[in-house]
């Protein structure tokens, strides 16, 4: 009996999978997540938070948490707010929300910020599938790269302001499909200005179910993605992923160069030999950056910072610490004694 092809969101068989996405996931698979093995056991519950209604313990209230879960008993017994913790479920979603502007091109080469984005991408989606979760997409600004505006987006809504979306699903192909169509070679040409916003709407009117969603983005675009991006938090456990360049913080001394704006295609010559101009480049960035992460924390997504010169399995290992940290010092035993005994959530698994 023949099987059936996948299906992309339109419904339309996927076209055959060429080798490059293939060989680049058995490579990650090798060289990545083998050695990540060891490492993530046992540790199911800090990579991911699902949902669940099964109790499972008690931890400090932290901000951002839900209020509906404060235990308001064991708050006034213990004279500190404290929430419950419920028992993830095993099967969840992961949505991967892509910004695939043309200044994620920006980066050495082999190395650049839409490399690092691919890499971290396809080996999060593979371990979370390995697990039996379900993970989907959707791109932003990869018109180029095989994009299908107008697609249904997740539960049948119109997903309008992205260029592809693929529903969750839990195999190894779902993976290779994403892995193929980030592969693609996309539009590099100025695009007016990226609206990071519009990608957060979408996900807004397109994720249902609470899931567990990754904004992967270098956060340059127009104002006005802060709110949705808050709105999104509220709703899902959302992850910041942002990319980075060191030469987007610091330029170094070579003379007369030609800079371009990705974004915009603006041009501008400067000399980087000039002490004063590099002094001032770097304040402004550093401006930036204090604003975007007060930005970003406002909004309550936690944020996983990714440079182009990382690590791979270093930076899947500050995301396991980071989720660690999130979950904050649990209650392994509640006695009616005002001095309860805490560790951080982990702990026992590191």
């Known amino acids: 009996m023949s099987k059936k092809p996948p299906e992309t969101a339109a419904g339309q068989p996927l076209p055959s999978l060429p080798g490059q996405a293939d060989r680049l996931l058995r490579q990650l698979e090798w060289h990545v997540i083998r050695r990540l093995d060891g490492l993530l056991q046992g540790d199911y519950r800090t990579l991911v938070r699902g949902s669940g209604l099964d109790l499972a313990d008690l931890r400090e209230y932290q901000p951002h948490d839900d209020v509906r879960h404060i235990d308001w008993n064991v708050t006034a017994r213990l004279n500190a707010p404290h929430v419950r913790v419920f028992t993830e479920d095993r099967e969840m979603s992961a949505w991967f929300l892509l910004d695939l502007s043309p200044s994620i091109h920006f980066g050495p080469q082999g190395h650049a910020k839409r490399d690092i984005l691919t890499g971290f991408v396809a080996v999060l989606a593979r371990l979370l599938t390995r697990h039996g979760n379900r993970v989907g997409a959707m791109l932003y600004g990869a018109a ?50 990226t609206q990071l916003g519009l990608l957060l709407q979408a996900g807004l009117g397109g994720i249902r179910r609470r899931s567990t969603v990754f904004v992967v ?28 360049d060191p030469l987007e913080l610091e330029l170094p001394d070579l003379g007369l160069v030609l800079l371009r704006d990705a974004e ?32 970003l ?26 989720r660690q940290r999130r979950a904050g010092p649990r209650l392994r035993a509640f006695k009616p004694s005002p001095r309860a005994t805490s560790v ?7």
Not at 162 to 180: E, G, I, M, N, T
Not at 264 to 291: I, K, N, P, S, Y
Not at 313 to 318: G, Q
């Open 264 to 295: 915009t295609g603006e041009q501008l010559q400067v000399d980087t030999h000039d002490q004063a101009f590099r002094q001032r480049f770097v304040r402004l960035a550093a401006e930036r950056e204090a604003a975007l992460r007060a930005s």
């Open 217 to 244: 983005s270098d956060f340059i675009s127009a104002p006005g993605w802060e709110k949705p991006l808050a709105q999104l938090a509220q709703r899902h456990d959302v992850v910041a992923v942002r990319l980075f």
């Open 344 to 350: 951080p959530a982990g702990r026992a698994a590191a």
């Open 297 to 322: 924390a406002a909004a309550g997504a936690d944020t996983l910072e990714l440079r182009t010169d990382d690590d791979l399995i270093d930076a899947l290992l500050r995301f396991m610490d980071l």
């Open 144 to 193: 180029g790269a095989g994009g299908a505006g107008g697609a249904k987006g997740a539960e049948g809504r119109s997903a309008r302001a992205v260029d592809a979306v693929l529903p969750p699903r839990s195999s190894r192909a779902q993976v290779l499909h994403l892995v193929h169509r980030l592969l693609q070679p996309g539009t590099v040409q100025p695009a007016g200005g």
